[in-house]
């Protein structure tokens, strides 16, 4: 069973953890979760698309990311983000962390720390992790736009600057 730490309204420890996806959290507590996005030299952006068996946003396309683990820093948790859905390994990769965003919502509050990562990779590359994503696509800046235009892309109003290079 996997566990999230608890942070406060300050994005600071509380001590207490939780059962991950248990989202019956108290008011002022939070979870942390990371997006991971991968920039080619040549301005291609990693993107995935969601596996048709996810519960929400099924088929929608995405950077890599999730939920930072009990007691894992949120730059250990994007690193192992990105390489368990890719095989992409971004230590020592040009950038890192970009900024965050906090949402309060009814029993899911959380706080989201977003990297961005120049990597010089090729498709054959990545090893897309199945069980999370149906596929992925190398795209620019404006191809990314056309599908947050379609409402089709998770997030992107909420990170769409870290796509700006």
């Not at 970009?98 to 010089?120: C, H, K, P, T, W």
């Not at 056309?146 to 600057?161: K, P, T, V």
């Amino acid at each position: 069973m996997e566990y999230w730490d608890i942070y406060d309204i300050n994005k600071q420890r509380t001590g207490r953890t939780m059962q991950r996806n248990d989202f019956t959290m108290q008011p002022g507590d939070y979870h942390l979760t990371v997006l991971g996005v991968i920039c080619r030299p040549d301005g291609k952006f990693l993107i995935t698309q969601r596996a048709m068996n996810k519960h929400w946003a099924a088929g929608w396309w995405e950077v890599s990311g999730g939920g930072v683990m009990a007691g894992e820093t949120s730059e250990e948790a994007v690193r192992r983000e990105v390489f368990e859905e890719t095989g992409l390994d971004v230590t020592g990769a040009e950038g890192g962390y970009q900024f965050s965003y906090r949402r309060e919502s009814e029993g899911d509050n959380y706080f989201v720390d977003i990297y961005r990562f120049m990597l010089a990779f090729e498709e054959s590359d990545v090893r897309p992790q199945f069980s999370e994503m149906q596929g992925f696509m190398l795209a620019d800046k404006a191809q990314i736009e056309e599908l947050a235009r379609q409402g089709i892309f998770l997030h992107y109003d909420s990170i769409r600057n870290v796509f700006e290079l």
